[in-house]
């Protein structure tokens, strides 16, 4: 009875079943790395691990990879930050 007054908010975000266990690809954006481009913050793609520049930074490369793959959960690789981002629901999850 109380199904239809549960905020968006409190759900789950079903997004979280694509996160899996994860080695970081590289030690900064793998993308920049190529390209010899700099970035501000690391984003790691917890579905397959790639490593890209945040939306801060010139390349946007996390934001473009899930764009390229679909794969909408980052984490923070920022030592110390261990919050997770969809990028679908533009939320912290
Ligand atoms: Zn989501
Ligand atoms: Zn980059
Ligand atoms: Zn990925």
Known sequence: MFAN???ASNLIDPHLSYVREVTPSADGCEDCLRTGSLWVHLRLCLTCGHVGCC??????????HFHASGHPIIKSFEPGESWRWCYVDEQEV
């Open 55 to 64: 939306d801060s930074s010139p390349n946007r490369h996390a934001r473009k």
């Open 5 to 7: 007054n549960i905020p």
